[in-house]
Nanobody, 120 residues
Framework: VELVESGGGLVQTGGSLRLSCAASLRTFSRYTMGWFRQARGKEREFVAAISLSGTVTYRADSVKGRFTISRDNAKNLVYLQMNSLKPEDTAIYYC??????????????WGQGTQVTVSS
């Protein structure tokens, strides 16, 4: 199983980025997908999650109104659209997959991460 994130980079405050995660999961549509992030010196934190069909999403309070998670089950892709970025969003962003419909903080598979840096 492999999760590969892409789309990270350097952006100015107020800018946007879209992260993508490609999953080599044969039954991708049976996995709840999530995004987490870890800033330097801090613990990893939950950012967003999306249900199997993509109809239900969850987001951390810190990103509500700015970040949107979506998925394309036909292409085994999950996205994180990030708008109005702030310096405090700077972190390594990780894609994660968890078997089944129940959204938890425990995930089965993790990607290697992609760096997002927001300059002030």
């Amino acid at each position: 199983v492999e999760l590969v994130e892409s789309g990270g980079g350097l952006v100015q405050t107020g800018g946007s980025l879209r992260l993508s995660c490609a999953a080599s999961l044969r039954t991708f549509s049976r996995y709840t997908m999530g995004w987490f992030r870890q800033a330097r010196g801090k613990e990893r934190e939950f950012v967003a999650a999306i249900s199997l069909s993509g109809t239900v999403t969850y987001r951390a309070d810190s990103v509500k109104g700015r970040f949107t998670i979506s998925r394309d089950n036909a292409k085994n892709l999950v996205y994180l659209q990030m708008n109005s970025l702030k310096p405090e969003d700077t972190a390594i962003y990780y894609c994660a997959a968890d078997w089944g419909p129940v959204v938890t903080m425990e995930y089965d598979y993790w990607g290697q991460g992609t760096q997002v840096t927001v300059s002030s």
